[in-house]
């Protein structure tokens, strides 16, 4: 491990480093995640730390408290201390993996009047986890939607709602967001903050390569911040644009997923023709994408086929407001079910990504 990051790592503990430092060490522990998890397990499977340095008594309790002050809670000392080995290897866990997400959660809500009332002061964090192979539901306490994906992970504080919006993603998700004037919605994943005030997005960070920001309604700002791989100018996005930030090419690409117009002549055949007038506004929540594709198709009054695939168990939870474009809608509904679309005459074809028909 650096020395420079073990150094750091002390003085911030200490409270002795100054913003640029705080900021050069978040970056160093999210850059460097899996070597420093290395170094400090081996440090500790080989006992290089030696019996002088173990901890005594009186200090395992100034330090405990430190790491409460420093999350904004309090808590009373319990009167047996854990062995030192499992502390060492908890702390090892904690830095590497918590101190990002503590920076991000916890910097600007700690309470301004904890209570010492012998138990934790309302700053646990909770977590959401997907170890499923399906999609999990699940609503926040702000009302707002998550849907998360296989092999996700979601954290927040328990003033999440109150104090601020603030979440910590690791994987996929999307989000429905409730509106909030007062507390921005913002999510940090792979150090890029998307925040957002009530809207509907996804966050992709599934490849270790590529960051994706899809936005399916509302407005959004993608920020870059001093633990990202790729720096960028703040990117506002539209409904039905995609960021994508190549880590590895350190490439930043912003564009809107529409295709040409389809406009189907006055005597083509539609497989899904008009029957009957629709509402301005199409709401889907778990909608099966048959039914998606056969509303879209009589709401833009245009012709919608299904090719060689199989819809049993895919759905849509979405709005769309009746100014948006078909474009807009096909791209959103088919890039969150792993589909294509493609234009054939006067015909618009749903197919599998990566293939035709």
């Keep these: 491990m650096k020395a420079r ?3 750091y790592i ?6 002795s480093l100054n913003e640029d430092e705080q900021r050069r060490l978040l970056a160093d522990l999210m850059e460097q995640e899996e070597k420093l998890k290395t170094e400090l397990q081996e440090e500790f ?27 904004g809670v309090v808590r009373s000392l319990p009167k047996s201390r854990i062995a030192f080995r499992e ?42 986890i997907n170890n499923e192979p399906v999609e999990k539901k699940a609503m926040l306490p702000d009302g707002s939607i998550l849907i998360l994906s296989p092999k996700s992970e979601l954290s927040y504080n328990s003033g999440y709602g109150v104090r601020n919006r603030a979440l910590v993603l690791s994987g996929k998700a999307r989000f429905q967001v409730v509106r909030d004037t007062l507390r921005p919605f913002v999510v940090l994943a792979s150090g890029y903050t998307t925040t957002a005030l009530g809207t509907e997005f996804t966050v992709d960070t599934q490849s270790e390569e590529m960051v994706k920001v899809l936005l399916l309604s509302g407005k959004i ?25 190549d880590v590895k090419d350190r490439s930043v690409e912003r564009k809107a997923m529409v295709q040409k117009a389809v406009r189907p002549s006055a005597h083509a055949n539609r497989a899904l023709p008009p029957q009957k007038q629709l509402p301005t506004a199409l709401h889907f929540e778990d909608t099966p994408l048959e039914e998606v594709f056969g509303t879209i198709a009589k709401h833009k009054n245009e ?7 199989k819809l049993e168990g895919l759905s849509f939870t979405g709005d769309f407001s009746s100014e948006e474009s078909i474009q807009v809608m096909l791209q959103i509904v088919c890039q969150m079910n792993g589909l294509t679309y493609r234009k ?10 990566g293939t035709t028909n």
């Design 45 to 71: 499977e080989q006992g290089t730390i030696g019996n002088d340095e173990l901890l005594t008594e009186e200090r395992y309790a100034e330090l405990l408290t430190q790491v409460h002050q420093k999350m």
């Design 5 to 7: 990051v073990r150094k």
């Design 10 to 15: 002390e003085q911030f503990w200490k409270g």
């Design 344 to 353: 054939d005459g006067n015909i618009i074809w749903i197919e599998q990504s």
């Design 303 to 309: 012709a919608i086929k299904i090719g060689k695939i």
């Design 87 to 128: 502390w060492a290897a908890a702390a090892a866990v904690f830095i590497c993996l918590g101190l990002g997400a503590y920076w991000f959660l916890f910097r600007n809500t700690a309470p301004t009047d904890p209570i010492d009332n012998g138990i934790y002061a309302a700053m646990d964090t909770m977590h959401i």
């Design 221 to 245: 700002v993608v920020k870059a911040t001093p633990a990202s791989a790729v720096a960028m100018e703040d990117q506002y996005m539209e409904p039905g644009e995609e960021l994508h930030i």
